[in-house]
């Protein structure tokens, strides 16, 4: 996967709000049980520094790690809604947040697929907002 995040409590190291959007990959596995539910590894890389507001504190971020668990429901072939607890990890502090997105995916012969989704990661200071596109093959 290769997107984009955004974290809405960004600011600059003079207090002042600013609009960063930070480069993502990100490498997930997925085991499927039946057409309609999943377990999924999902593992994402922020490729930025930046600073999030924490009350009158700043925290910095560089080039956080952010590792979950989730279970994902299939109402439809081309949608997957998903769920989970997960750990964000950085060089300064790390959170547990949990995660929660839906992606959209076009199926194609010998098991590929390409898509996109959106998911939210929401820990206990901040959250971020993330876009990506993905290309995926199933066994």
Same mark, same amino acid.
């Given at each position: 996967m290769v997107g984009y995040a955004w974290v809405p409590q960004t600011v600059?190291?003079?207090?002042?709000t600013e609009l960063f959007v930070i480069p993502t990959v990100?490498?997930?596995?997925?085991y499927t049980f039946s057409p309609h539910f999943a377990i999924g590894l999902?593992?994402?890389l922020e490729?930025?520094?930046? %600073?999030?507001? #924490?009350?009158?504190?700043?925290?910095?971020?560089?080039?956080?790690y952010i590792g979950a668990v989730?279970?994902?429901?299939k109402p439809h072939e081309i949608l997957g809604i998903y769920t989970g607890p997960g750990i964000e990890i950085d060089q300064h502090e790390s959170f547990p947040l949990i995660k929660m997105g839906f992606e959209f995916s076009k199926h194609f012969e010998e098991g590929w697929?390409?898509?996109?989704? %959106?998911?939210? #990661?929401?820990?206990?200071?901040?959250e971020t907002i993330s876009f990506g596109i993905f290309i995926s093959r199933m066994w």
């Open positions: 600059k190291t003079s207090g002042e990100g490498l997930d596995y997925t999902i593992n994402d490729l930025s520094r930046y %600073l999030v507001k #924490d009350g009158e504190d700043f925290l910095e971020r560089n080039n956080k989730v279970a994902i429901y697929a390409v898509g996109t989704g %959106l998911s939210i #990661d929401v820990n206990e200071l901040y």
